[in-house]
């Protein structure tokens, strides 16, 4: 039976876990490694790491935070944010990620996927999909949300899915940070047109919230906030989720 | 044990395949680990790994151009500790319905198949693990939760072959094969949290014997 993953979200910024709304006013919230080691320790699913550093320094440093976090890490690690090009993906996990999460790159050269797909195997290969609503739909966005397109989310969803994509991260940019919920009606119009797994993201904040995403198609929930800023465990998290009768991996004798 | 003594393991790099965090696994074990350089020391190599992430037809290929693919059947045949992750165990198996017409190792009976579409593809996640005999010789015997991440799996359990077993939708697959010091599996122990880590630790455990009586490398280990 499928259960729910639960995947904290460590944006990173010069090797800062940080944390800010709608992508904005980013507040420290600790270091990688520990924020990792502790949620893994916690019974979390996998961790995603997005690089949100604005100079290409900073980028230099995620590397060596993806390592730091590999180091300590004995469950899979998605990293995300600058990727432009194969290269990019290729030293990402060499450094010890397990899949790759693209988004501006691949909304100018969708081929990008498919490459990705070929060299890595799609299973390594998530489309990161930004959406903003907007009147009868969702546009997508790039460049960390600085950047509307023309592009319908849900047909660029469905196309990435045949270009290459191996799982689809879905994040809301209205919800993103508010704690409003995650965006049940786009994560039911995506579930419609593909059919690789779809990580929820932008607006958790409950485990009623978490539950119905798994009911509208999600097949994880990521989070960041709620873990960072509010101190909820993944462990507390989890057990809410088993006792409403949503399926997830039960806390183990951790690492 | 001091450092020396410390039985290595030889990881064969295929292609792709995303070796960091199986590196990780190892070092977590404090493990020496160095990548295999050519069929001599996949024969010799006191344990060995076969990771694989990516395609069937390439990774096979890649095995063929190096010439360790007769060295891996030799090895099985001499019965030393292997270890085959994902597409590695795929790769054992007699083919894959994901490339038709390109022959597996053989080491097992069986073609992977696709899981079909009952759930999301690829299944990528946790599943439970549990033995496919009541017996449970499958070490290690308990049930588990791994994380898979594949869209085409041995569908049967090869005879002979102490199995575990788990479900995509409806339809059963074999999340991993052992028999003696050969240990096969469909999901990712080195991302398997508890379960994955008590996996390598039994695979280590049942190859220690024979470990012991071979020397290790000189100054190939690698950080």
């Known amino acids: 039976m499928k259960s729910l993953r639960i995947i904290p979200c460590l944006d990173v910024r010069d090797g800062r876990v940080v944390k800010g709304i709608r992508f904005q006013n980013l507040r420290d919230a600790g270091d990688p490694a520990a924020c990792a080691a502790r949620y893994q320790a916690q019974g979390a699913d996998e961790i995603v790491l997005l690089d949100v550093s604005a100079t290409p320094e900073g980028r230099n440093a995620s590397l060596k935070t993806v390592q730091a976090v590999r180091r300590c890490l004995g469950i899979p690690l998605t990293v995300g944010g600058g990727l432009r090009k194969e290269a990019d993906a290729a030293r990402y996990l060499e450094a010890g990620a397990d899949k790759v999460a693209v988004n501006t790159a691949a909304v100018e050269n969708p081929g990008l996927l498919t490459a990705l797909a070929d060299r890595f195997g799609r299973q390594c290969i998530v489309l990161s999909l930004d959406c903003a609503q907007r009147p009868g739909g969702w546009v997508v966005k790039t460049h960390s949300g600085k950047k509307d397109t023309e592009w319908d989310a849900v047909v660029w969803a469905a196309r990435a899915e045949r270009a290459g994509a191996g799982e689809i991260l879905l994040t809301s940019w209205d919800r993103d940070g508010t ?11 995506v579930r419609q047109v593909v059919s690789v797994p779809i990580v929820a993201s932008g607006g958790a904040r409950t485990v009623a919230q978490m539950a119905a995403a798994f009911e509208a198609g999600a097949d994880a929930v990521l989070a960041a906030s709620i873990f960072h800023l509010e101190g909820r465990t993944v462990q507390s998290l989890k057990s809410e989720l088993a006792h409403g009768g949503i399926p997830v991996r039960p806390l183990e004798n951790a690492l | 044990m ?24 190892l070092e977590r074990l404090k493990l020496r680990w160095t990548f295999i350089q050519d069929s001599q020391q996949v024969l010799e190599a006191p344990f060995l790994i076969l990771p694989g992430v990516g395609a069937f037809a390439p990774a096979r290929q890649r095995l063929q151009e190096e010439g360790l693919d007769m060295a891996l059947v030799e090895r099985f045949l001499a019965d030393k500790p292997m270890l085959a992750i994902c597409l590695g165990m795929q790769l054992l198996s007699e083919g894959s319905e994901e490339a038709p017409g390109v022959p597996g190792l053989g080491i097992f009976p069986g073609t992977c198949r696709s899981l079909g579409s009952a759930e999301p593809l690829p299944n990528m996640g946790w599943k439970k693990v549990h033995p496919a005999a009541e017996e449970g010789k499958f070490l290690p015997r308990k049930p588990g939760w791994a994380y ?16 575990a077993l788990s479900e995509h939708g409806e339809t059963p697959f074999v999340a991993a094969v052992q028999r003696r010091q050969v240990l096969a599996c469909q999901f990712h122990p080195e991302l398997s949290g508890g379960y994955g880590e008590a996996c390598l630790k039994a695979w280590f455990r049942i190859g220690a014997g024979s470990a012991a009586e071979s020397k290790p490398l000189e100054g190939e280990a690698e950080a």
């Open chain 2, 148 to 163: 898979f991440a594949h869209s085409f799996a041995l569908l049967q359990a090869p005879e002979d072959w102490n199995a």
């Open chain 2, 2 to 25: 001091t450092q020396s003594e410390t039985p290595w393991v030889g990881l064969i790099r295929t292609g792709a395949a995303n070796l960091a965090s199986v590196i990780a696994a």
């Open chain 1, 179 to 189: 704690g409003q919920g995650y965006d049940l009606a786009l994560l039911q119009a």
